[in-house]
């Protein structure tokens, strides 16, 4: 394992560029500030080095909020956004523990939208980025590595991507969101039927949204489009004679 020492690079630091990046950006992005030594710790846990945009992030932000909050790229954790990448990666993956996992979470965004880099899990191709979509319960490949990534999420592209997603007053109910915590739906997004936008939403833990999707995604798998689904939540039924979304 590499030392702090050895992954920080003095002399071709790629957070000069990632900060340009920043200041170009066609949305609203709030850096959040790293401490020590939560930094140090998420960067010799990630084992990437300072010369890659991935390695500034973490050691040099805490995260940043993009568009108002409804992306959040993880770095090495903040009061506002209480995960870091290494620890979100060895709750939700497993990540540091032998053999590696074979996908590592970079981002999410606040209705449950994960993004990940393929360690070849996926099947989108090796180092690239992979979006888990809500409304399809399976991973979507983007043809992006980490940097494509992080422009893409500065273009000011993601308001036509979640178009159908947002809802009247999104960015003043973003204000008062924890970065621990996103959107449930109900009923969930993959179920065809009411608008997205009239669903209803309630703010829990990360954690808890990321294990109820991928619980949902194992479900559902192997079931035809337009099946009648019985959803149940904690001993609970939902109805389920809305068909899934295609």
């Keep these: 394992m590499k ?9 071709e630091p790629a957070w000069p560029l990632v900060k340009e990046w920043i200041s170009q950006a066609k949305c609203p992005v709030e850096i959040l500030p790293a401490s020590d030594p939560q930094r140090a710790e998420a960067l010799v846990a990630t084992q990437v080095t300072t010369r890659s ?21 993880l770095g090495s954790g903040h009061l506002r956004l209480p995960r870091s990448l290494p620890e979100w990666n060895r709750h939700c993956t497993g990540f540091g523990s032998e053999p590696p996992p074979g996908l590592f979470l970079i981002a999410d965004d606040v209705i449950g939208g994960l993004f990940a880099i393929d360690g070849g899990a996926l099947g989108i191709g090796q180092e690239q980025v ?27 592209k993601l308001g036509e991507y979640y178009k159908d997603y ?15 915590r996103g959107y449930s739906i109900a009923p969930p997004p993959i179920f065809k039927g009411v608008p997205f936008i ?3 939403r309630k703010a829990i833990l990360m954690k808890e949204l990321y294990g109820f999707y991928q619980d949902l995604a194992k479900q559902i798998a192997d079931a035809p489009d337009g099946s009648e689904i019985i959803l149940r939540v904690k001993g609970k039924e939902s109805a389920g004679n809305e068909g899934r979304t295609a």
């Design 198 to 200: 009239e669903r209803n």
């Design 166 to 180: 947002r809802w009247t007053g999104w960015e003043k109910d973003l204000k008062s969101l924890p970065g621990d």
């Design 130 to 156: 992979g979006y888990f979509a809500p409304d399809s319960l399976k991973w979507e490949g983007t043809s992006l590595k980490y940097s494509g990534f992080i422009d893409w999420c500065l273009s000011g």
């Design 3 to 11: 030392s702090l020492r050895d992954l920080l690079d003095d002399h």
């Design 53 to 73: 945009p991935m390695g500034a992030v973490i050691y040099e932000t805490g995260g940043l909020l993009v568009d108002h909050g409804w992306l959040r790229v």
